[in-house]
Nanobody, 125 residues
Framework: DVQLQASGGGLEQPGGSLKLSCTAS????????MSWLRQAPGKELEWISS???????RYANSVRGRFTISRDDATNMLFLQMNSLKPEDTAVYYC???????????????????WGLGTLVTVSS
């Protein structure tokens, strides 16, 4: 069974940093693109970043230049380094497995095979 376990969320002040981690199992991690998405209460799901099998990375305009996605295929882990945090970054963050080896850029959950449990990020002063 595919399992995605996200962690690293918490409370941070505006301008601060957090690093999210996602441990994957149950599939050949290195053969699939992976993504991070987020959802704030009352808002729609928002795609924020994706990384391909080969390491190509893409970002939503809202996080480009502040967030960095990375992966470690040796340990089946996905990461999201979040810098210069803003209050509008407050959301539940999810890691998701793509259906292809390339990047997936979509706000639709149907474009992703599996989701992990979310981790809450709160940015507040």
């Amino acid at each position: 069974d595919v399992q995605l376990q996200a962690s690293g969320g918490g409370l941070e002040q505006p301008g601060g940093s957090l690093k999210l981690s996602c441990t994957a199992s149950g599939f050949t991690f290195k053969q699939y693109g992976m993504s991070w998405l987020r959802q704030a209460p009352g808002k729609e799901l928002e795609w924020i970043s994706s990384i391909s099998m080969g390491g190509t990375d893409r970002y939503a305009n809202s996080v480009r230049g502040r967030f960095t996605i990375s992966r470690d295929d040796a340990t089946n882990m996905l990461f999201l380094q979040m810098n210069s945090l803003k209050p509008e970054d407050t959301a539940v963050y999810y890691c998701a497995k793509g259906k292809v080896n390339g990047v997936t850029i979509s706000n639709q959950r149907s474009d992703f095979d599996n989701w992990g449990l979310g981790t809450l990020v709160t940015v507040s002063s």
